[in-house]
T-cell receptor, first 112, second 116 residues
């Protein structure tokens, strides 16, 4: 039973446009959400996070939106750059627990 | 801040052999985690330590797997009698958990294990 789902295995975007990566979760105990970026043969790199008390968090070109009623979050990258091409993982943790539950990832390809 | 480091980066072994991986967390981070990632999947939690205490183990961690963090600094993950199904990327992460902040984990580059 996948508690964190990234239903789009891949996404292609042109440079300069917006990239929107989506994530759904089923566990209502999750209260902290993170996005990681991963290049081949490297470990995941932390990008941005959001607590369940907020519905938006912004850091430069990256913005994460959280819709608790829909159990849905999204990562917006504006403007997209070729260097953003990587696999993006959504992860979640529940209050009182330290472990992260990851989705399967979405491969983003930004073409020049 | 040198980040989380892992050694070795790659390991090829024959079925039945024992392997040991090392993880050095970000200094002053009190929590250390091990995850495993197979092709097409996200990382899956294996175990974690707070200082030297192992606080949680996943059911994925069979009795062939053992992890230690003897002095609350670096950690080792040993796999005994390796099987081909153990082939994966083994990721280590660390965090500095306080009561007021959520637990953001920072990952190392991983150790790629191939069991022949």
């Amino acid at each position: 039973d996948q508690q964190v789902k990234q239903n789009s295995p891949s996404l292609s975007v042109q440079e300069g446009r917006i990239s929107i990566l989506n994530c759904d979760y089923t566990n209502s105990m999750f209260d902290y959400f993170l996005w990681y970026k991963k290049y081949p043969a490297e470990g995941p790199t932390f990008l941005i996070s959001i607590s369940s008390i907020k519905d938006k968090n912004e850091d430069g070109r990256f913005t994460v939106f959280l819709n608790k009623s829909a159990k849905h979050l999204s990562l917006h990258i504006v403007p997209s750059q070729p260097g953003d091409s990587a696999v993006y993982f959504c992860a979640a943790s529940a209050q009182g627990y330290s472990t992260l539950t990851f989705g399967k990832g979405t491969m983003l390809l930004v073409s020049p | 801040d040198t980040g989380v480091s892992q050694d070795p980066r790659h390991k090829i072994t024959k079925r039945g052999q024992n392997v040991t991986f090392r993880c050095d967390p970000i200094s002053e981070h009190n929590r250390l985690y091990w995850y495993r990632q197979t092709l097409g999947q996200g990382p899956e939690f294996l175990t974690y330590f707070q200082n030297e205490a192992q606080l949680e183990k996943s059911r994925l961690l069979s009795d062939r797997f053992s992890a230690e963090r003897p002095k609350g600094s670096f950690s080792t993950l040993e796999i005994q009698r390796t099987e081909q199904g153990d082939s994966a990327m083994y990721l280590c992460a660390s965090s500095s958990r306080t009561s007021r902040t959520p637990d953001t984990q920072y990952f190392g580059p991983g150790t790629r294990l191939t069991v022949l």
